[in-house]
T-cell receptor
Framework: GDSVTQMEGPVTLSEEAFLTINCTYT??????LFWYVQYPGEGLQLLLK?????DKGSNKGFEATYRKETTSFHLEKGSVQVSDSAVYFC???????????FGKGTHLIIQP | EPEVTQTPSHQVTQMGQEVILRCVPI?????FYWYRQILGQKVEFLVS????????KSEIFDDQFSVERPDGSNFTLKIRSTKLEDSAMYFC??????????????FGPGTRLTVT
């Protein structure tokens, strides 16, 4: 079945550091890929998406590129802020009525 | 567009009791989903609901679970006889587009279920 693998956390960075959170996937067909963010005590929010190979999703300074050849969708941000502290989930979907398949999540801690 | 709303925000129940979790989506959406997240763990798909019928379900969604949309508005998840391991956050989600399943889903705030 489909699966998503993310780098283990927690990831601790200083403010203004460069962020990369790795995500790789296995899936049949051509899934859509997503990053969701969960702030403390809150639900899941869609951060960005990419629906086909070589698409780049971006939002709030975060970016991720759908790499079919490496089956990856790594999340990057050039300069993180304390407010970016949260748990980040990589996910995929085949569309239609398919549920999202999530990775285990990466807890990001940004220190001032 | 507003996200879905869920009630209650927190439900405490005793083992063996039935619980009903509610989700109030925008009425013209056709694709809905339930997920759960055990504390500190990943989000797991339970079931999808398309055009008022179950479309997909995971291994977690066994006979103790059921979903329905009894009045065309509220979308409910029922757990017939709760177990301690059912303690989790339960999220309802809708698809981004009203009549399509794009895979892009928007989540409600969740219901925290505590089974004692």
């Amino acid at each position: 079945g489909d699966s998503v693998t993310q780098m283990e956390g927690p990831v601790t960075l200083s403010e203004e550091a460069f962020l990369t959170i790795n995500c790789t996937y296995t899936a049949t067909g051509y899934p859509s890929l997503f990053w969701y963010v969960q702030y403390p005590g809150e639900g899941l929010q869609l951060l960005l998406k990419a629906t086909k190979a070589d698409d780049k999703g971006s939002n709030k300074g975060f970016e991720a590129t759908y790499r079919k050849e490496t089956t990856s969708f790594h999340l990057e941000k050039g300069s993180v802020q304390v407010s970016d502290s949260a748990v980040y989930f990589c996910a995929l979907s085949g569309g239609g009525a398919d549920g999202l398949t999530f990775g285990k999540g990466t807890h990001l801690i940004i220190q001032p | 567009e507003p996200e879905v709303t869920q009630t209650p925000s927190h439900q405490v129940t005793q083992m063996g009791q039935e619980v009903i979790l509610r989700c109030v989506p925008i009425s013209n959406h056709l694709y809905f989903y339930w997920y759960r997240q055990i504390l500190g763990q990943k989000v797991e798909f339970l079931v999808s609901f398309y055009n008022n019928e179950i479309s997909e379900k995971s291994e977690i969604f066994d006979d103790q679970f059921s979903v329905e949309r009894p009045d065309g508005s509220n979308f409910t998840l029922k757990i017939r006889s709760t177990k301690l391991e059912d303690s989790a956050m339960y999220f309802c989600a809708r698809d981004f587009r009203p009549g399509q399943g794009t895979g892009e889903q928007y989540f409600g705030p969740g219901t925290r279920l505590t089974v004692t």
